[in-house]
């Protein structure tokens, strides 16, 4: 098993650039840039904040002089989309660097990217596309998380996928996939309670069934985000995971069933179109906070993706 090393300690000669905020217990939002002029005016706002890395990866201008300001006063969490840790090709060694700079510049409390691939010869899709969870498959994503934790010198989140097909070639669950993912690289999960749930009605299986066969001691971060209700061509019901609304009333109750098992984990309202106000957004981070409250006496996690 691959053991990343750890961040530098504050104390040493490599002290860190910004301030070590925990984000243990805490419930946070997708940065949007509309947003900023209202958070800097927010003084009540003590939750994280979550990026694209891809967004981040040019040398300079307004989007890291707005992540600079927020970073000062916020945890923040480093979010991959395009690194294409699925693929059945070779790291991008060029977007591997820049991802590891923007993990030195900003020392983001959580660290995270996909199971899935989005890149082919060259071509970045804008899509997070599934793969066959076979043993060969294992070894491959296995070897990628490897590469990207020695890469960064910490271990890092994979998210699990919403998916809309299911491959013949597969031999194994994605939950039995995913733990077997774990236990080759020591890397932690990020569980998307909202992909648990579009997946398991697209595919007509039950998301309390999954979550129990899910490597839950390992989830250092939750996502949730609102999906989209659609008909297939048979008249089936087809859930688009398009973060483009609110949380919806099921996956909330699936949440409260998560925090229950694991504690005050992290918990991020994604929101990446149709962006509502900055007081509508807030507002379903602090009815996330208030979930992650009522386990007050329960585990709280985070403190150990805060380690430097």
């Known amino acids: 098993m691959s053991r990343p090393a750890t961040r530098p300690d504050p104390g040493t000669s490599h002290g ?4 070590a905020h925990s984000v243990a217990g805490m419930a946070g939002t997708s940065l949007e840039h509309e947003h900023l002029p209202a958070i800097l005016a927010d003084k009540e706002w003590a ?11 040019g040398a300079g201008g307004p989007p ?49 990217e996909h199971l899935a691939w989005s890149t082919h010869g060259g071509t970045y899709f804008n899509d997070l596309l599934p793969l066959p969870y076979t043993p060969a498959t294992l070894v491959r ?22 998916t809309y097909l299911l491959f013949r070639d597969s031999t194994m669950s994605e939950t039995e996939f995913i733990r077997g993912m774990v236990r080759r690289t020591g890397c932690g999960l990020l569980l998307d309670v909202n992909n648990v749930f579009v997946s398991a ?46 949380v919806a009333d099921p996956v909330w109750t699936l949440f409260e069933t998560v925090i229950d098992r694991v504690g005050r984990t992290p918990t991020l ?13 807030k507002a379903e981070a602090e009815a996330a906070q208030a979930i992650l409250d009522r386990h007050a006496c329960g585990s709280i996690r985070g403190e150990v993706h805060d380690a430097r």
């Not at 860190?16 to 301030?19: S, T, V």
């Open 64 to 112: 890291h002089d707005a992540l600079t300001r927020i970073r000062r006063d916020h945890p923040v969490s480093l979010h991959g989309v395009c690194m294409s840790i699925g693929g059945p090709q070779p790291l991008d060694t060029a977007h591997l660097a820049r991802f590891r700079a923007l993990v030195d510049r900003y020392e983001p409390a959580l660290v995270s």
């Open 47 to 57: 939750g994280f904040f979550e990026v694209h890395a891809e967004n981040y990866m």
């Open 141 to 162: 994503v296995a070897d990628h998380v490897d590469q990207v934790q020695e890469a960064i010198d910490r271990p890092i989140l994979i998210e699990n996928p919403s």
């Open 16 to 19: 860190l650039r910004f301030p």
């Open 201 to 246: 009605i697209n595919h007509g299986t039950s998301a309390s069934a999954y979550l129990a066969d899910f490597p839950l001691d390992h989830v250092g971060e939750i996502h949730l985000a609102g999906h989209t209700e659609q008909l297939d061509d048979e008249g089936d019901p087809l859930l688009i995971d398009s973060h483009d609304r609110p």
């Open 269 to 281: 309202i994604e929101r990446d179109s149709e962006i509502p106000d900055w007081p509508a957004l």
